[in-house]
């Protein structure tokens, strides 16, 4: 709809032929349609991940080289999508609203083998005996429709809650 350069743009039709988007959602539905199609697989398995997303998580679940991964974020970057984080080694997303509507831009099956990629990556990137993360596992397994280990997982959470808790000792 608009034309020009950062700081000088103008319409690109007259007014009254430019239609708008009903909602802010959906403005940032059809921006994501309009990425190329690896840039809107890296950020549509990042809104799986979550928030912040590892870089290192990232590449394991799209297989992507890291060359190839650094520049799908740089461009998703600059179209302020995701930008770096806080934490070094790791993006996020620039508006919870562009991470849900990544999300929920997805079937449910991608979905699902999306968080069942993330969860078998989160495996072998930390060691199974020491998993910190058992409550992200199990939300994982959950979301990836394996039941049988997101109980194994919300399970080691609990015990692993139960150990740094001195009142339920």
Known sequence: MLRGERGAYGLAAPIEEITLPETVQAVLASRIDRLADRDKDVLQAAAVVGRDVPIELLRTVIDLPAAELAASLERLSTAELLGPAESPGEHAFRHPLAQEVAYRTQLLDRRRGTHAAI????????SPEGATDAALLAHHFD??????????????AGRLVARSDPAMG
């Open 143 to 156: 979301d990836a429709g394996e039941h049988f280990e997101a109980a194994r997982w919300h399970e080691q």
């Open 119 to 126: 969860a078998r990556a989160l495996l072998t990137i930390h």
